[in-house]
């Protein structure tokens, strides 16, 4: 199960990794799209864009459906929801380290001010 999970994960952020692939999600967001229409901002051919598209496919971030010779892509989130809670774990992880080092820095600025005073 862990193993299976690193894995979504490894392809999820590979995916995430190509600002062609995250303009391409963007796009999905609002509405489906045939393959040519997520490739028309780049000025990339088919066949590139298609690479673009099956990488998101692989990572599990789009869902493509055949119509006759289209091509139709749509976004599907529940992979970014697992890539948000991993990243969530680690925003909470280092919120903890952070405030405890501010309240450490704080300590001592107090600490140093009565020792200051005291002179």
């Not at 040519?36 to 066949?47: C, H, R």
């Not at 992880?93 to 501010?102: N, P, V």
């Amino acid at each position: 199960m862990v193993e299976q999970q690193t894995i979504v994960l490894d392809r999820v952020f590979h995916a995430l990794a190509d600002p062609t692939r995250r303009a391409m999600l963007k796009r999905l967001a609002s509405g489906e799209r045939r393959i040519g229409e997520l490739a028309s901002p780049f000025s990339m051919s088919l066949a590139a864009a298609s690479k673009h598209v099956r990488v998101l496919e692989q990572a599990g971030l789009i869902r493509r459906r055949v119509e006759g010779r289209a091509h139709l892509c749509r976004l599907n989130p529940d992979p970014l929801a697992a890539a948000d809670e991993w990243l969530h774990f680690y925003e909470r992880f280092w919120g903890q380290r952070l405030d405890a080092l501010e309240e450490a820095l704080n300590a001592e600025d107090g600490s140093e001010g009565d020792h200051h005073d005291g002179r």
